[in-house]
């Protein structure tokens, strides 16, 4: 099994909402990544969990809070967000963080609308 | 901005042609990697070539990479329509994962 599923496809929150957004591998990755991707621009990294503790956060707001609950998966809690965070969410996996390189498998995103 | 370019940003050619895309990077990488995005989907691995590496071979795609000169080219042989996408290329840290894409290039091979 080479996926990376996430949940849902697609969400529409207001601004004084709280959702959350999921992914799931069962591919054995140690690894796990946030990107947000605005239309037309490359994805951005937001987070990387490293053997299930927070290795990189590339100073996220906090009303993006991630988790990685085992190492089979990945949140994202939303609070707050303003219309200016409705982009698409990918989530990847691979094998590791460290070494001489590994691909990441990403998932088919999550598209998010904030009014 | 670490964000590397890629050139051309956007390109057309008939199905059978070939298509050359070229990225600049600005790290010290470990590795440098190729995605392709079709249309507001999830990205799909498609090569991934080491600094100690000048060239390297997958099916139809051929990458290179310059490290003297910080830069890369994936070329496409025998294009098909199915090859419509955005490709990236990404700069590799082999101590984070961290993977810093360039702006892309939009590839349409028409029919």
């Known amino acids: 099994d080479t996926e990376v599923t996430q949940t849902p496809k697609h969400l529409v929150m207001g601004m004084t909402n709280k959702k959350s957004l999921k992914c799931e591998q069962h591919?054995?990755?140690?690894?796990m990544y946030w990107y947000k991707q605005k239309a037309k621009k490359p994805p951005e990294l937001m987070f990387v969990y490293s053997y299930e503790k927070l290795s990189i956060n590339e100073s996220v707001p906090s009303r993006f809070s991630p988790e990685c609950p085992n190492s089979s998966l990945l949140n994202l809690h939303l609070h707050a967000l303003q219309p200016e965070d409705s982009a698409l969410y990918l989530c990847?996996?691979?094998?590791?963080?460290?070494?001489?390189?590994?691909?990441?498998?990403f998932g088919p995103g999550t598209r998010l609308t904030v009014t | 901005s670490q964000q590397g370019e890629e050139d051309p940003q956007a390109l057309s050619i008939q199905e059978g042609e070939n298509a050359t895309m070229n990225c600049s990077y600005k790290t010290s990488i470990n590795n440098l990697q190729w995605y392709r995005q079709n249309s507001g989907r999830g990205l799909v691995h498609l090569i991934l070539?080491?600094?100690?590496?000048r060239e390297k071979h997958s099916g139809r795609l051929r990458v290179t990479l310059d490290t003297s000169k910080k830069s890369s080219s994936l070329l496409i042989t025998a294009s098909r329509a199915a090859d419509t996408a955005s490709y990236f290329c990404?700069?590799?840290?082999?101590?984070?994962?961290?993977?810093?894409f360039g702006q892309g290039t939009t590839l349409q091979v028409k029919p």
């Open positions: 070539i080491r600094s100690n590496e």
């Open positions: 990847a996996s691979s094998q590791h963080t460290v070494g001489q390189g590994y691909e990441q498998y």
């Open positions: 990404c700069e590799g840290s082999g101590n984070t994962g961290k993977l810093i």
């Open positions: 591919m054995g990755h140690r690894a």
